[in-house]
């Protein structure tokens, strides 16, 4: 195909997106994972399917042990950014960063070398921030980094207010802003079903519950998984800005995207990854939409900017001492 998607990280996340990815048809497919074997397995395994399915798209495996393997990154559309560690019960996404930055360095470095025209999606936890370290190890031009957060969120969040409504999730247009932590931000005023406005339908009260559910959506599927976090959802969602990207499709979800200028001024943050709604196609970002805030919303929104700051400026220690 004319197309090809890197994927680096085959872990649950990483596999499962390279599956939804060959299924759909749209590029060759290239795996990379620093443990011998499970790359090639993967891509061999999801490979074997293709009859059934009747996709024609080529998967390949690569061990990363050997840093040259990333050579195979070259002429990348997209690279999609899985490797790193996964939380366990109890701990936070922000206990995740202080291990997953120096992979991210590594990770970018080498995106940097082999394939510096890809769009990177970053989704390695927690997200914002390893969408800022990709950029400071790669060098690559903000707009054609995007992080995985709202694309997840958001799918959540219609998902519970479907159920609660008793109503198809594709009438359901709602969306998370914010940071992809505990202080996301469920923006409930622009959210409806078919236009109808949420707060119509709904109690203030199951709202909340809702809001709070979504929340702890990622924290709700590692309760019940224990040994992981969740890769279906995440890798459908992961697929969605992909294929936008690869197919240049114009779809407008809420990502991790670099905010300057006149929307850092809306936003309240300026030279960060957070969560807004955005265009997505063949350049990455290729508009940032500016949203209107209460009083409230600005609050709760505030809330999740200053623990992104926080962490960022972890990340710029640690590209300061390394
Ligand atoms: N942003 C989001 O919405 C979401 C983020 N995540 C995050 O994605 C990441 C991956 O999650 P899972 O796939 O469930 O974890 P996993 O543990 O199943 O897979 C991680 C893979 O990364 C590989 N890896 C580790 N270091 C590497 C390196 N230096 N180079 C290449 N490969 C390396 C491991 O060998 C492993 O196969 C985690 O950080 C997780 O928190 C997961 C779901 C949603
Ligand atoms: O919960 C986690 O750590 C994985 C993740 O980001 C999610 O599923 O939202």
Not at 247 to 262: M, S
Request: proline share 3%; charged share 25%.
């Amino acid at each position: 195909m004319d197309k090809k998607i890197s994927i680096i990280g085959a872990g649950a996340v990483g596999a499962s997106v390279a599956q939804v990815l060959a299924i759909k048809n749209i590029a060759d497919i290239s795996i990379f994972d620093i443990v011998e074997g499970v790359a090639e397995g993967k891509a061999l395994d999801i490979q074997e399917g293709a009859p059934h399915f009747g996709f024609d798209c080529k998967l390949q495996g690569f061990c990363t042990q050997d840093p040259k393997e990333y050579a195979n990154l070259k002429g990348s559309d997209v690279i999609v950014v899985t490797a790193g560690l996964a939380r366990r019960p109890g701990m936070s996404r922000d206990d995740l960063l202080v291990k997953n930055i120096g992979i991210m360095k590594d990770v970018g470095e080498q995106i940097k070398k082999y394939s510096p025209d890809s769009i990177i999606v970053a989704v390695t936890n927690p997200a914002d921030i390893m969408a800022y370290a990709l950029q400071k190890a790669s060098g690559i031009s903000p707009e054609r980094i995007i992080g995985l957060g709202g694309s997840l969120d958001s799918s959540r969040f219609r998902t519970f207010l479907a159920e609660a409504l008793n109503v198809s999730v594709r009438d359901v247009n709602a969306f998370v802003i914010g940071g992809h932590g505990d202080d996301m931000v469920p923006f409930i005023h622009y959210s409806s079903v078919s236009g109808i406005p949420i707060s119509d339908l709904l109690s203030e009260e199951k709202i909340q519950e809702i809001i709070k559910r979504t929340r702890f959506g990622g924290g709700e599927i590692l309760n019940l998984y224990k040994t992981g976090t969740a890769f279906y959802a995440p890798s459908i969602s992961i697929s969605v800005m992909v294929e936008s990207v690869v197919n240049d499709q114009h779809r407008v979800i809420p990502c991790a995207a670099y905010l300057t200028g006149k929307h850092a001024e809306n936003y309240k943050v300026s030279n960060a990854f957070i969560g807004v709604p955005i265009k997505i196609g063949k350049n990455g970002v290729e508009e940032i939409y500016d949203l209107k805030f209460s009083e409230a919303d600005a609050k709760e929104w505030m809330k999740s900017v200053e623990s992104v700051k926080k962490n960022n400026k972890l990340a710029d220690d640690y590209f300061a001492s390394h």
